[in-house]
């Protein structure tokens, strides 16, 4: 169960999404993973995804899952917090009705998927969003068959607690004070979970993950460059730190736990 603090955040993190869900439809979705990393095309992490049973987490508008779909997924599962998200993938998705499964929910409780179903669960740029991570990990794993996958790229933690100051970087915050704070970009309540890298990886080993690469690399092109106008996520800060981080990970067999 989660407290009511956490779920007074998920309602309005819920109301908050629904109202910007339109400026983000697409937005970060596969073969890209975030800002700044290397994409799906060069890293090839899923692998061959044909007949295998996907679900993603914060699936947004449905624009990985429709990248699944075009690879040779067996079935398309999703579930995001928003009700704008899930209607926008819906009709995204609609050519594939028959191998859909989309839920309205938060990441952190199970609306009725089965367990022990999925070959990959993965997640782009969502799983910070949780306000409670070990019960989101406990899902995720549940969720996989035994040898599955998941693979998830969000934020990289010094991303928000270093900002760039003209030509310098500066330490606006601790990189060791971890918790629920307000998403610093957003001017509406969002409310998202600070953690550590160690934090992810440490909470992954505790649910049961076996970790198979963790990812921090840059890519900066001059294409990007050319094309970098935005404001949180600048090629000047990326090429000192990374902007986004991705882990793939395997859920143990029973007896190598
Ligand atoms: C940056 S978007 C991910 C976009 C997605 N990769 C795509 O292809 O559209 C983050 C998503 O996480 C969802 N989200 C936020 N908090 C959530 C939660 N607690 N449980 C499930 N989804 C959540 C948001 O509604 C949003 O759709």
Redesign the pocket.
Known sequence: MLESIKEDY?LS??KS?DEV?PR???????PVYGPFAPTENELNLFGDVVDKKVL?????????LKYMAARGASELWG????DT?IET?RELLSAHRSKLNLFQ????KNPGIPNEYFDIVY????IG???DLPM?LQQVFSYLKPGGTFIFSWEHPLHSRIVQEDTQLVVKKSYHDEGLQQCEPWNLPAMMNQLKLSTYINELIKSGFQIERVIEDVVITEEIKSADSAVWYTHQKASLIPATFIIKCTKKYGDQC
């Open positions: 998920l993190n819920k999404w869900a983000f439809f697409g937005r970060t979705a596969l993603e987490i914060g699936c947004g508008s449905g624009h990985s579930i995001d917090l928003s998200q993938a929910g938060p990441m952190e997640s782009i740029y969502a969003w949780t306000v989101t």
